[in-house]
């Protein structure tokens, strides 16, 4: 994937590369931004165990653990 990448970009690499259920759903999460590093995408998903990013997944008490996929 190359950078600076929209939204779409991540989610369409996790079709891609045959992504689990979590991590598209954390991407689908993200707000619709342009990322220009990886770092950023990183930086997004950082505050997806808290409360704000679970509400915005649908969830509540889950966590998704492990390190990010873009790193």
Do not use: H
Not at 2 to 7: G, H, L, V, W
Not at 33 to 43: F, G, H, I, L
């Amino acid at each position: 994937m190359s950078y600076p990448a929209s939204k779409q970009d991540p989610v369409a690499a996790t079709g891609e590369n045959d992504a689990d259920d979590n991590v598209r759903s954390m991407l689908d999460a993200l707000p619709d931004e342009e990322d220009e590093t990886p770092a950023a995408v990183n930086k997004g998903l950082g505050g997806m165990n808290d409360e704000e990013g679970q509400e915005r997944r649908g969830e509540r008490s889950r966590s998704t653990g492990g390190p990010s996929p873009f790193s």
